[in-house]
């Protein structure tokens, strides 16, 4: 198989993956992505390789997302073929406006997205479809932004605000409003549609350093991408949401 090491330290590790024969450490057209760092190292390594699988080894305090054994261990039974391929859902976002035609404004999520006022003293104002039926009666809603979760990412920015996490569904938790709103859960297999009634705002995904410029009168859907993340846990896991 074809592996590349990714992460600061990844080169820890190039000793180790020699030993096996069945091992070809690469710098390109891997088959597997082995990550050695912590959960933003995992989020990157999808980023920059969406449909391969990864192998997330933990090296860092905050890594839930990553297993906590030592790496000759995972780097064996990655070896042995012994670890569980685990499939992640993925969200696809579409921005919308007369700025954002270009293919490069569709987006990829494993965690989230999230949009967030871009003057720290002006608030957002929006209105949100559920598969095409309004979230109350037309209803505008103003405050510091909106975030879209998948379960996986549920543990992260979704948790910070609501306190809670989902093992199922798209997640949407909304930022400081002036106006009492529930956070809530929709099936994967809606489609969710964001108009921005006042901007500016900025819109990012999982932990990428691009961010988008989002203006009145622009408008962001999100949904379920076909693809879905691929992950080579140590043990099944049971939901998504899980830490590892």
Same mark, same amino acid.
């Given at each position: 198989?074809?592996?590349?090491?990714?992460?600061?330290?990844?080169?820890?590790?190039?000793?180790?993956?020699?030993?096996?024969?069945?091992?070809?450490?690469?710098?390109?057209?891997?088959?597997?992505?082995?990550?050695?760092?912590?959960?933003?190292?995992?989020?990157?390594?999808?980023?920059?390789?969406?449909?391969?699988?990864?192998?997330?080894?933990?090296?860092?305090?905050?890594?839930?997302?990553?297993?906590?054994?030592?790496?000759?261990?995972?780097?064996?039974?990655?070896?042995?073929?012994?670890? &569980?391929?685990?499939?992640?859902?993925?969200?696809?976002? /579409?921005? #919308? @406006? !007369? =700025?954002?035609?270009?293919?490069?404004?569709? $987006?990829?999520?494993?965690?989230?997205?999230?949009?967030?006022?871009?003057?720290?003293?002006?608030?957002?104002?929006?209105?949100?479809?559920?598969?095409?039926?309004?979230?109350?009666?037309?209803?505008?809603?103003?405050?510091?932004?909106?975030?879209?979760?998948?379960?996986?990412?549920?543990?992260?920015?979704?948790?910070?605000?609501?306190?809670?996490?989902?093992?199922?569904?798209?997640?949407?938790?909304?930022?400081?409003?002036?106006?009492?709103?529930?956070?809530?859960? &929709?099936?994967e297999?809606?489609?969710?549609?964001?108009? /921005?009634? #006042? @901007? !500016? =705002?900025?819109?990012?995904?999982?932990?990428? $350093?691009?961010?988008?410029?989002?203006?009145?009168?622009?408008?962001?859907?999100?949904?379920r991408?076909?693809?879905?993340?691929?992950?080579?846990?140590w043990?099944?896991?049971?939901?998504p949401?899980?830490?590892?």
């Amino acid at each position: 198989m074809r592996v590349v090491l990714f992460g600061p330290q990844s080169g820890d590790l190039a000793e180790m993956a020699a030993r096996y024969s069945n091992i070809e450490l690469v710098d390109e057209q891997p088959d597997i992505v082995v990550c050695y760092g912590g959960d933003g190292t995992l989020l990157a390594a999808e980023q920059r390789w969406p449909l391969v699988p990864k192998v997330p080894i933990r090296h860092s305090r905050r890594g839930n997302r990553c297993i906590a054994r030592p790496p000759e261990e995972v780097l064996e039974r990655l070896a042995a073929g012994r670890l &569980v391929r685990t499939e992640y859902l993925k969200l696809m976002g /579409i921005l #919308r @406006g !007369p =700025a954002h035609t270009r293919p490069g404004h569709d $987006l990829r999520a494993m965690n989230e997205f999230s949009v967030h006022m871009a003057r720290i003293n002006s608030a957002v104002r929006f209105k949100i479809w559920i598969d095409d039926e309004s979230y109350g009666p037309d209803r505008e809603i103003l405050g510091d932004g909106f975030v879209i979760s998948t379960p996986f990412g549920s543990m992260a920015y979704f948790n910070h605000i609501t306190r809670g996490f989902f093992r199922q569904g798209i997640g949407i938790a909304f930022k400081s409003t002036s106006e009492h709103t529930n956070h809530f859960i &929709v099936p994967e297999s809606a489609v969710v549609r964001i108009l /921005i009634t #006042r @901007g !500016p =705002a900025l819109l990012a995904q999982d932990n990428s $350093l691009e961010y988008l410029n989002i203006l009145e009168g622009d408008e962001l859907v999100v949904k379920r991408q076909d693809q879905p993340a691929v992950i080579l846990t140590w043990d099944a896991m049971r939901y998504p949401s899980d830490k590892f």
